[in-house]
């Protein structure tokens, strides 16, 4: 168990729809990273917060947001999905050490 | 572009041989190569790092290669044991810590009892 928690595990939506997928991150990290992965495909970095603001910013679409609260943990909107949307979002946070702890994971359908 | 690159999808290995996991990478501004190991329906987990100051990062079982001039990290599981099938990411960030990671596309490894 990493200590980053992701709800919900598995989401079925579909074309059109908006979806918030959420992180709590370990207990004192302050960034917050938000991947992509499609299927057989290496995790794409999507957004980092660090302590409420954006830090750095990858390959997201216009049509995805993401934001992070006081308390720290953080949510990732899609809007319009497409059936390309399709993926395993995870969440990572980071002490602001050498690596990255990751979340189960949030398993994205969109039909 | 795949700025990293694992060019090898799956490998089988005998239990207590050595594995050998290879990764290549194109950005010569990457800094830090770390490697993580995942098992279905769980995220990435954490394996071993090396930064480009070091040629060589050892953690019991796991040693990390860094090639700087070719470009090449490797990883190396001895022996290797059932528990070690899973998939394996290679990833390099620009700086230490607290940055974006460009992951592989991964290799699957399994142990061959």
């Known amino acids: 168990d990493s200590g980053v928690t992701q709800t919900p595990k598995h989401l079925i939506t579909a074309t059109g729809q908006r979806v918030t997928l959420r992180c709590s991150p370990r207990?004192?990290?302050?960034?917050v990273y938000w991947y992509q992965q499609s299927l057989d495909q290496g995790l794409q970095f999507l957004i980092q917060?660090?302590?409420?603001?954006?830090?750095a910013k990858g390959n997201i679409l216009e049509r995805f947001s993401a934001q992070q609260f006081p308390d720290l943990h953080s949510e990732l909107n899609l809007s319009s999905l497409e059936l390309g949307d399709s993926a395993l979002y995870f969440c990572?946070?980071?002490?602001?050490?050498?690596?990255?702890?990751f979340g189960p994971g949030t398993r994205l359908t969109v039909l | 572009d795949q700025q990293v690159k694992q060019n090898s999808p799956s490998l089988s290995v005998q239990e207590g041989r050595i594995s050998i996991l290879n990764c290549d990478y194109t950005n010569s501004m990457f800094d830090y190569f770390l490697w993580y190991k995942k098992y279905p329906a769980e995220g990435p987990t954490f394996l071993i790092s090396i930064s480009s100051i070091k040629d060589k990062n050892e953690d019991g079982r796991f040693t990390v290669f860094l090639n700087k001039s070719a470009k090449h990290l490797s990883l190396h599981i001895v022996p290797s044991q059932p528990g070690d099938s899973a998939v394996y990411f290679c990833?390099?960030?620009?700086?230490?810590?607290?940055?974006?990671?460009?992951f592989g596309t991964g290799t699957r490894l399994t142990i061959i009892p």
């Open positions: 207990s004192g990290d302050l960034s």
């Open positions: 990833a390099a960030s620009a700086s230490f810590g607290n940055e974006k990671l460009t």
């Open positions: 917060y660090y302590n409420g603001e954006e830090r």
């Open positions: 990572a946070s980071s002490p602001g050490a050498d690596e990255q702890f």
